[in-house]
């Protein structure tokens, strides 16, 4: 086989305490999955159906400085728990959606909220907004065989050592297995996939030179400095 040009390197996040890294095929993204976060966004937090946006594979922000993308002078923070599949399929049972599961990690949303919300009101997607290089950062992923399928436990983040996004993985509306199940019937889920599963209430800016902090209970944390 020969390709024109020189095709894209696999995109793959590390496992924590493992040398092999888990590829990435699709990063799918759920919104408004917390209450809180959904009153705070201007919606009504009761049980709807679930809805979903995806970022690039190559969006994913592994290490070293996180660059303030441009166009935009309002990009803000989303902290979420990150789902790693280890297989997939169609229509799969809530009672079954764990055992596609590989593990679990600590992301970011990036959002870059001024271009999100031109969308919106003009009715057109969110790419702009969501699936900017870099729009992922994310730490190691730890995998289910050692920490089982957490239920409950904190979910915060720091900015430069202050608390500004804080809740608990039992306020999720829709619960990691739900989750699957109803993407499953959407689409054809696969090893690879990387679910993010939407963010707590707290949700604001950052800037060039802010440290932040990601935390899952049981995860490993996650640091991004701005630059």
Partial sequence: MSFLFDPAAPVAVPIVGQPELFPVRRVYCVGRNYAAHAIEMGHDPDREPP?????????????????YPPGT???????????ALRSGGVDIPV????????GYGVG????RRDLQGEAKQLGRPWEVGKAFEHSAPMGGLTPSSRIGHP????????????????????QLIWK??????????????????????????????VSRGNV???????????????V
Wanted: hydrophobic share 40%; proline share 6%; no cysteine.
């Fill in 108 to 111: 970011l949303d990036m959002t």
């Fill in 212 to 226: 932040l902090r990601g935390h899952v209970d049981g995860l490993e944390d996650l640091i991004v400095n701005v």
């Fill in 51 to 67: 809805f979903f946006f995806q970022k690039n594979p190559d969006n994913i922000h592994l290490s070293g400085g996180w660059p």
């Fill in 95 to 102: 009672s079954e959606a764990l055992d596609h599961v590989f």
């Fill in 176 to 205: 990691v297995p739900e989750t699957i199940a109803y993407l499953s019937g959407l689409f054809r889920l696969a090893p690879g996939d990387l679910i993010m599963t939407g963010t707590p209430s707290g949700v604001g800016p």
């Fill in 73 to 83: 002078s309002d990009v803000h923070h989303e902290i979420e728990l990150v789902v």
């Fill in 151 to 170: 239920t409950s436990g904190a979910i915060w983040l720091e900015i430069d050592g202050q608390r500004r996004q804080e809740g608990d993985l039992g």
